[in-house]
């Protein structure tokens, strides 16, 4: 039974706005020491299903800079967390896979999202 008194498209519309915030702080700062390390490209590669799911893999350019481990979970996170604001629940069933792709000279980021789903035809002919 739903409260009448909770108005439950403004509470999601507050949480998508507090999201946006923390994503919008959280690029600025891994921005900034990305490009301090002299990177200019970053790719995650992330994957969920089953209600779970993580990112697979993290890469920048150019290859020969050693991203520090905890910059490569703090990029895995701001990737998974991206691609869940744009595409909430992805993980969940049959879930979905992309890759978050950043240019770090111009601070762009494209994402590239698939979501799976089960199609069923079904059929029911009595009394032939």
Not at 23 to 32: C, G, I, P, Q
Not at 66 to 81: I, Y
Not at 95 to 121: F, K, M, P, Q
């Amino acid at each position: 039974m739903t409260n009448p008194q909770i108005d439950y498209a403004v509470m999601a519309a507050q949480w998508r706005a507090e999201r946006e915030t923390t994503l919008k702080a959280s690029r600025t700062e891994l921005l900034a020491q990305l490009r301090a390390l002299g990177i200019s490209g970053v790719t995650a590669e992330y994957e969920g299903y089953g209600d779970s799911g993580n990112v697979e893999d993290v890469t920048v350019q150019p290859a020969e800079v050693q991203l520090p481990e905890p910059l490569a979970t703090k990029v895995g996170d701001f990737a998974w967390s991206l691609a869940y604001h744009h595409h909430p629940g992805f993980e969940n069933n049959e879930g979905g896979y992309g890759t978050l792709t950043w240019d770090l000279r111009n601070d762009s980021i494209t994402l590239d999202h698939a979501d799976r789903y089960v199609e069923c035809s079904h059929s029911y002919v009595e009394g032939l």
